[in-house]
C-alpha cells in the first residue's frame, strides 16, 4: 500500500513540475550575438547615393505627414508582421534579427528612403530573373544587403555590382568581364546569373537559409561549419544550428536579410518616406552591332550622358563595342525607333574621334629627314590631378622628376596629398624653331605652355615640311565646375577645344567626369567662341528626340523659362511643336548684339548681392550677365568687376536708395516636376541661399510649397 502511495505521490510531482516548467525556446528564437558584423551595405554613402541621376530625375521620396522618427515597436508585433509576410523562406524573429531592423529603421533611415526610391527600377528585373528561375521572389532583397541597390559598388575584396559578384564566380557563371565590360554592373545579366547561382546551392543543401549562407561566404565555409556542428545526411542542420560556426560577417547575413524583407515591406509603419515615381520610366533593349560611344548617341538623341551610364552600367568605357558582337543597349523605351532610324547618323557622328586604328605600320626612319632649323629645350608645365591612393612619389616616378621638385613648384610642406589636388609638373622637351619666312613677326595661339630654356642646337635635315602640335596646358587656364548633365564633349564645344585637349589638360583616363568636377580648360577660346555665337531665333520647332532639357541647354535658357513662356504644364512635348524662347512682349538679345545697343557699363559686386538683384537693377536678365562675364553657374564673389550692356544709369546715390529701401519679400509657389535647382536658377540665386531661406536641409520640396527667394 505505502508502495502505491509513493508511485501516485512521484506521477503527480511529475505531471506538476511538467506544468511548471517554462517553454524552452529553440536557437533560432532566443540567439544573441554582441560580436556582430553589418554588412558593408551599411556604410553606403546617402550623399553619394542622392547624386544618382535615376533618384534626381525620376524618383521622389513623399514625406508629407510624416514623423519622421521611428515608431516604438514590441516584439509581439514584430513577430507578428514577420508571420504575415507571403514567404516560402522562413522569417524567424529573434535579437539578431532585432539588431539589424533597429539599424535600418532608427539609423539608417535616410539609406532605406534612398533604396526605396532605386527598387521602383531595379525590382521588376530581379523579380522576372527569380521568376524564370522558379526560386522565391524575397530573394530579390538580397541586393539591398549586397550593394544597397548601387550597380556600381565595389566591396573591400573586390566583389562588383547589385549582387556583388567576385570575379570567379561572375566567369564561372558565364558573365563577360574584362576592361570595356563588366556584367556584374548589369542589372538583367547579373540577375538571371544570380538566380540561377542560388538555385544550384539550394539544390545542395535543401534549405534556403544555409542556401543564402553560402551565397555569401561560398560552400566551402558552410560545409565545414556543418560538420563542426555534426551534421550528417541523417541529421539535418539549418543555418541557426550552425550559426557560431561560421565566418562571423556571415552570422549577420541571414538575420539582415530577414530584416530588409521587414523593412521594405513594413516601411510605412516605421514613418519611413514613401517613394513615388515624379515619372515612369519604361526602358527597352536593342542590339547593338557597330562600335559606338556613349558621346554619339547622346548628341544625336539629345539624351543625357547620365541617363545612358544609369541604365547601361556594364559598359565601363561609355563604348559599346558592337563590332566585335552584338551587344544590349538599354534606352527608354521611346527612344528605340529614334535609335534605329538614326543609327547611321550615331556611328558617323564625330566618327574620327572615336575610330580605332586596326592596323599601323611603323615609321621608318630613313624615309623621314627634316628642314633646315634649330631645335631647343624648352619647359613644357603639365597638370597631375590626383587620384585615389595616390602618393608623391609615384606621380614623381610617373614624370620622370624628383618629389622635391613637386613639392618646391606647388609649395607643399608635406609629402600627403589629397585626392583630386591638381599638382603643376615641369618637363622638359626639345621642339623645333621653324625660320622665319617674312621679317614680320607672327603671333599664334599654341596649346601647351612653354619656356625656353637652353641655347639652340642644330637640328637634322629635312626634305617635307611637317607641322605638329602638341598639348601639354591651356595658355590661358581657366576653371570650369562641371554642370549637372554637362559632358565632355559639350564643354570642348563650349571651348573651342577637343576632347582630347581636356583629357590630357586633367590627366583624365576616361570621358567619364562628375558633376561639381573642377576642369581646367582654356579661357581664351571660351571668348572667342562665346562672342562668334549667333544669336538665338524667337521660335524653335521640335525636333525627333528632343526633350526640354536639351532645348534649354541649346539656347541658354532654363527648363522653368520654356514652362513659363509657352504655358506648359509638364516636361512632355511632341515633334512639330512650337516653343517660344522668350518671354511674350520682351526681346532676346545676345550679348553681341546688346553690346551694340547699349553702351558697356562696368559694375563692381558688393558684399551679399546675387546676380538676379544685379540684373533687376540694370534691366537686364541673369543669363546676360551669365554670358557677358563667362560665369557658369550663379557663383559671384565681393569685389568683382562685372560687365553689363544697359542704357539703364545706376549711380551711387540710387544705388544706397536702393539699400536702405524696404523691397518686399519675393517668393515662389512650387510647381509640378520643379526643383530647388530650377528654381534658384530662375530667380539668378544660389541654391545654398535658397535652402538657408526656407530652412530646407535636403532637396525635397512639395508641390504648392510657398519659397522665399533672398533678395
Same mark, same amino acid.
Given at each position: 500500500?505505502?508502495?502505491? *502511495?509513493?508511485?501516485?505521490?512521484?506521477?503527480?510531482?511529475?505531471?506538476?513540475?511538467?506544468?511548471?516548467?517554462?517553454?524552452?525556446?529553440?536557437?533560432?528564437?532566443?540567439?544573441?550575438?554582441?560580436?556582430?558584423?553589418?554588412?558593408?551595405?551599411?556604410?553606403?554613402?546617402?550623399?553619394?547615393?542622392?547624386?544618382? /541621376?535615376?533618384?534626381?530625375?525620376?524618383?521622389?521620396?513623399?514625406?508629407?505627414?510624416?514623423?519622421?522618427?521611428?515608431?516604438?515597436?514590441?516584439?509581439?508585433?514584430? *513577430?507578428?508582421?514577420?508571420?504575415?509576410?507571403?514567404?516560402?523562406?522562413?522569417?524567424?524573429?529573434?535579437?539578431? #534579427?532585432?539588431?539589424?531592423?533597429?539599424?535600418?529603421?532608427?539609423?539608417?533611415?535616410?539609406?532605406?528612403?534612398?533604396?526605396?526610391?532605386?527598387?521602383?527600377?531595379?525590382?521588376?528585373? @530581379?523579380?522576372?530573373?527569380?521568376?524564370?528561375?522558379?526560386?522565391?521572389?524575397?530573394?530579390?532583397?538580397?541586393?539591398?544587403?549586397?550593394?544597397?541597390?548601387?550597380?556600381?559598388? #565595389?566591396?573591400?575584396?573586390?566583389?562588383?555590382?547589385?549582387?556583388? @559578384?567576385?570575379?570567379?564566380?561572375?566567369?564561372?557563371?558565364?558573365?563577360?568581364?574584362?576592361?570595356?565590360?563588366?556584367?556584374?554592373?548589369?542589372?538583367?545579366?547579373?540577375?538571371?546569373?544570380?538566380?540561377?547561382?542560388?538555385?544550384?546551392?539550394?539544390?545542395?543543401?535543401?534549405?534556403?537559409?544555409?542556401?543564402?549562407?553560402?551565397?555569401?561566404?561560398?560552400?566551402?565555409?558552410?560545409?565545414?561549419?556543418?560538420?563542426?556542428?555534426?551534421?550528417?545526411?541523417?541529421?539535418?542542420? +539549418?543555418?541557426? +544550428?550552425?550559426?557560431?560556426?561560421?565566418?562571423? &560577417?556571415?552570422?549577420?547575413?541571414?538575420?539582415?536579410?530577414?530584416?530588409?524583407?521587414?523593412?521594405?515591406?513594413?516601411?510605412? =509603419?516605421?514613418?519611413?518616406?514613401?517613394?513615388?515615381?515624379?515619372?515612369?520610366?519604361?526602358?527597352?533593349?536593342?542590339?547593338?552591332?557597330?562600335?559606338?560611344? @556613349?558621346?554619339?548617341?547622346?548628341? #544625336?538623341?539629345?539624351?543625357?550622358?547620365?541617363?545612358?551610364?544609369?541604365?547601361?552600367?556594364?559598359?565601363?568605357? =561609355?563604348?559599346?563595342?558592337? +563590332?566585335?558582337?552584338?551587344?544590349?543597349?538599354?534606352?527608354?523605351?521611346?527612344?528605340?525607333?529614334?535609335?534605329?532610324?538614326?543609327?547611321?547618323?550615331?556611328?558617323?557622328?564625330?566618327?574620327?574621334?572615336? %575610330?580605332?586604328?586596326?592596323?599601323?605600320?611603323?615609321?621608318?626612319?630613313?624615309?623621314?629627314?627634316?628642314?633646315?632649323?634649330?631645335?631647343?629645350?624648352?619647359?613644357?608645365?603639365?597638370?597631375?590631378?590626383?587620384?585615389?591612393?595616390?602618393?608623391?612619389?609615384?606621380?614623381?616616378?610617373?614624370?620622370?622628376?624628383?618629389?622635391?621638385?613637386?613639392?618646391?613648384?606647388?609649395?607643399?610642406?608635406?609629402?600627403?596629398?589629397?585626392?583630386?589636388?591638381?599638382?603643376?609638373?615641369?618637363?622638359?622637351?626639345?621642339?623645333?624653331?621653324?625660320?622665319?619666312?617674312?621679317?614680320?613677326?607672327?603671333?599664334?595661339?599654341?596649346?601647351?605652355?612653354?619656356?625656353?630654356?637652353?641655347?639652340?642646337?642644330?637640328?637634322?635635315?629635312?626634305?617635307?615640311?611637317?607641322?605638329?602640335?602638341?598639348?601639354?596646358?591651356?595658355?590661358?587656364?581657366?576653371?570650369?565646375?562641371?554642370?549637372?548633365?554637362?559632358?565632355?564633349?559639350?564643354?570642348?564645344?563650349?571651348?573651342?577645344?577637343?576632347?582630347?585637349?581636356?583629357?590630357?589638360?586633367?590627366?583624365?583616363?576616361?570621358?567619364?567626369?562628375?558633376?561639381?568636377?573642377?576642369?581646367? #580648360?582654356?579661357?581664351?577660346?571660351?571668348?572667342?567662341?562665346?562672342?562668334?555665337?549667333? %544669336?538665338?531665333?524667337?521660335?524653335?520647332?521640335?525636333?525627333?528626340?528632343?526633350?526640354?532639357?536639351?532645348?534649354? =541647354?541649346?539656347?541658354?535658357?532654363?527648363?522653368?523659362?520654356?514652362? &513659363?513662356?509657352?504655358?506648359?504644364?509638364?516636361?512632355?512635348?511632341?515633334?512639330?511643336?512650337?516653343?517660344?524662347?522668350?518671354?511674350?512682349?520682351?526681346?532676346?538679345?545676345?550679348?553681341?548684339?546688346?553690346?551694340?545697343?547699349?553702351?558697356?557699363?562696368?559694375?563692381?559686386?558688393?558684399?551679399?548681392?546675387?546676380?538676379?538683384?544685379?540684373?533687376?537693377?540694370?534691366?537686364?536678365?541673369?543669363?546676360?550677365?551669365?554670358? /557677358?562675364?563667362?560665369?557658369?553657374?550663379?557663383?559671384?564673389?565681393?569685389?568683382?568687376?562685372?560687365?553689363?550692356?544697359?542704357?539703364?544709369?545706376?549711380?551711387?546715390?540710387?544705388?544706397?536708395?536702393?539699400?536702405?529701401?524696404?523691397?518686399?519679400?519675393?517668393?515662389?509657389?512650387?510647381?509640378?516636376?520643379?526643383?530647388?535647382?530650377?528654381?534658384?536658377?530662375?530667380?539668378?540665386?544660389?541654391?545654398?541661399?535658397?535652402?538657408?531661406?526656407?530652412?530646407?536641409?535636403?532637396?525635397?520640396?512639395?508641390?504648392?510649397?510657398?519659397?522665399?527667394?533672398?533678395?
Amino acid at each position: 500500500m505505502k508502495k502505491q *502511495i509513493l508511485a501516485l505521490c512521484l506521477i503527480a510531482g511529475a505531471a506538476l513540475t511538467s506544468f511548471a516548467r517554462p517553454t524552452v525556446l529553440s536557437l533560432k528564437e532566443n540567439i544573441q550575438d554582441s560580436t556582430i558584423v553589418y554588412p558593408q551595405s551599411f556604410e553606403t554613402d546617402t550623399q553619394e547615393l542622392m547624386k544618382n /541621376w535615376y533618384l534626381q530625375n525620376y524618383a521622389v521620396v513623399d514625406r508629407s505627414g510624416a514623423n519622421l522618427s521611428d515608431v516604438p515597436t514590441s516584439d509581439k508585433d514584430f *513577430i507578428a508582421r514577420l508571420q504575415k509576410m507571403p514567404t516560402v523562406i522562413e522569417m524567424p524573429y529573434n535579437g539578431v #534579427v532585432r539588431s539589424y531592423i533597429n539599424m535600418y529603421t532608427q539609423r539608417r533611415r535616410q539609406l532605406v528612403e534612398e533604396m526605396l526610391g532605386l527598387s521602383l527600377y531595379y525590382m521588376p528585373f @530581379f523579380e522576372q530573373a527569380l521568376e524564370k528561375e522558379g526560386v522565391p521572389l524575397e530573394l530579390k532583397y538580397l541586393p539591398v544587403i549586397e550593394s544597397a541597390l548601387n550597380p556600381d559598388a #565595389v566591396s573591400r575584396v573586390g566583389a562588383t555590382g547589385l549582387w556583388q @559578384f567576385m570575379l570567379t564566380t561572375a566567369k564561372g557563371l558565364g558573365l563577360e568581364v574584362n576592361s570595356i565590360i563588366d556584367e556584374r554592373r548589369d542589372p538583367i545579366r547579373s540577375s538571371e546569373m544570380a538566380a540561377k547561382y542560388l538555385k544550384q546551392l539550394y539544390n545542395i543543401y535543401g534549405d534556403w537559409s544555409l542556401a543564402i549562407a553560402s551565397y555569401n561566404c561560398g560552400p566551402g565555409n558552410v560545409n565545414k561549419a556543418l560538420r563542426r556542428a555534426g551534421g550528417t545526411a541523417d541529421k539535418k542542420k +539549418d543555418f541557426w +544550428d550552425i550559426y557560431f560556426y561560421l565566418p562571423q &560577417e556571415t552570422r549577420g547575413y541571414v538575420p539582415a536579410f530577414i530584416a530588409a524583407n521587414y523593412v521594405m515591406t513594413y516601411y510605412k =509603419d516605421h514613418n519611413l518616406g514613401k517613394s513615388l515615381a515624379r515619372r515612369p520610366i519604361l526602358t527597352d533593349t536593342i542590339h547593338v552591332n557597330k562600335r559606338v560611344h @556613349f558621346e554619339q548617341i547622346s548628341a #544625336v538623341l539629345n539624351i543625357p550622358m547620365e541617363e545612358l551610364r544609369v541604365l547601361n552600367p556594364q559598359y565601363r568605357k =561609355d563604348e559599346i563595342p558592337g +563590332d566585335i558582337r552584338p551587344y544590349a543597349l538599354t534606352l527608354p523605351s521611346q527612344q528605340i525607333y529614334s535609335y534605329i532610324v538614326s543609327e547611321d547618323s550615331i556611328v558617323a557622328h564625330n566618327a574620327a574621334l572615336y %575610330a580605332r586604328r586596326d592596323v599601323v605600320v611603323p615609321v621608318d626612319p630613313s624615309t623621314v629627314s627634316n628642314d633646315d632649323g634649330e631645335t631647343t629645350t624648352k619647359l613644357v608645365v603639365k597638370y597631375h590631378k590626383v587620384r585615389r591612393n595616390e602618393t608623391i612619389s609615384m606621380v614623381a616616378r610617373k614624370y620622370g622628376v624628383s618629389v622635391s621638385s613637386i613639392k618646391k613648384w606647388n609649395g607643399l610642406r608635406s609629402s600627403r596629398l589629397k585626392r583630386g589636388q591638381t599638382l603643376k609638373i615641369n618637363t622638359y622637351k626639345k621642339v623645333r624653331v621653324e625660320q622665319p619666312e617674312t621679317e614680320e613677326e607672327e603671333t599664334v595661339d599654341v596649346e601647351e605652355t612653354v619656356v625656353a630654356e637652353t641655347t639652340p642646337v642644330a637640328a637634322p635635315q629635312k626634305k617635307k615640311k611637317e607641322t605638329t602640335t602638341t598639348t601639354t596646358a591651356p595658355r590661358n587656364p581657366e576653371r570650369h565646375k562641371v554642370q549637372r548633365g554637362e559632358t565632355l564633349a559639350s564643354i570642348a564645344g563650349q571651348y573651342g577645344v577637343t576632347i582630347a585637349d581636356i583629357r590630357e589638360w586633367n590627366d583624365l583616363k576616361s570621358d567619364n567626369i562628375m558633376a561639381g568636377q573642377v576642369l581646367v #580648360v582654356d579661357a581664351k577660346k571660351a571668348v572667342k567662341k562665346r562672342n562668334d555665337t549667333p %544669336a538665338a531665333p524667337a521660335v524653335h520647332t521640335v525636333k525627333s528626340g528632343e526633350n526640354l532639357s536639351a532645348i534649354a =541647354d541649346k539656347y541658354g535658357v532654363s527648363v522653368a523659362n520654356l514652362r &513659363e513662356w509657352n504655358d506648359l504644364k509638364s516636361d512632355n512635348i511632341r515633334v512639330g511643336d512650337k516653343l517660344k524662347l522668350k518671354a511674350d512682349g520682351k526681346t532676346s538679345t545676345s550679348s553681341r548684339s546688346r553690346d551694340n545697343e547699349a553702351a558697356e557699363q562696368t559694375h563692381k559686386v558688393k558684399k551679399g548681392e546675387t546676380l538676379g538683384q544685379i540684373a533687376t537693377k540694370y534691366g537686364v536678365t541673369v543669363d546676360d550677365l551669365r554670358k /557677358w562675364n563667362n560665369i557658369k553657374g550663379n557663383n559671384i564673389a565681393a569685389g568683382q568687376n562685372l560687365k553689363v550692356y544697359s542704357d539703364k544709369k545706376v549711380n551711387r546715390k540710387t544705388d544706397k536708395t536702393d539699400k536702405t529701401s524696404k523691397k518686399k519679400q519675393k517668393t515662389h509657389k512650387v510647381k509640378r516636376g520643379e526643383t530647388l535647382g530650377e528654381i534658384a536658377e530662375k530667380y539668378g540665386v544660389g541654391l545654398s541661399k535658397l535652402k538657408k531661406a526656407n530652412g530646407i536641409k535636403g532637396n525635397n520640396i512639395q508641390i504648392g510649397q510657398s519659397l522665399k527667394i533672398p533678395q
